[in-house]
């Protein structure tokens, strides 16, 4: 198991921004697939930001314009900075690693199934946004 360690997250007002880190160590960006995903509770796991070993990002529509997935190659660590945050961002943030050849298309860039199945995963960071 690859540990995959995010920090960064915290209790923010409606309007703040924070900056979530995760640190890859052992993985290579130039193989991995790097993502973010939060689950709010009650909720199903969902797909935040991913960005592709060429370093093409894909947003979830609803934090398009709000939050910035980049990665780091000298620190091995991922990021995801949140700003404009809304109550409605409130979740548990997870970062994720899957190899490249596992993406049939970007197509499935995002699907959850996927990354499910052949990810690796940090144990979250909790994001709670107070209107």
């Known amino acids: 198991q690859v540990p995959l360690v995010e920090s960064g997250g915290g209790s923010v007002q409606g309007g703040e921004s924070l900056r979530l880190s995760c640190a890859v160590a052992p993985l290579t960006f130039s193989d991995f697939v790097m993502g973010w995903f939060r689950q709010a509770p009650g909720a199903e796991r969902e797909g935040v930001a991913v960005?592709?070993?060429?370093?093409?990002?894909h947003y979830a529509d609803s934090v398009k314009g709000r939050f910035t997935i980049s990665q780091d190659n000298a620190e091995k660590t991922l990021y995801l900075q949140m700003n404009n945050l809304k109550p409605e961002d409130t979740a548990m943030y997870y970062c994720a690693a899957i190899q490249d050849a596992r993406i049939p298309g970007q197509w499935a860039i995002m699907d959850l199934g996927l990354w499910e199945s052949y990810s690796f995963w940090g144990q979250g960071t909790q994001v709670t946004v107070s209107s």
């Open positions: 960005i592709e070993t060429d370093g093409e990002t």
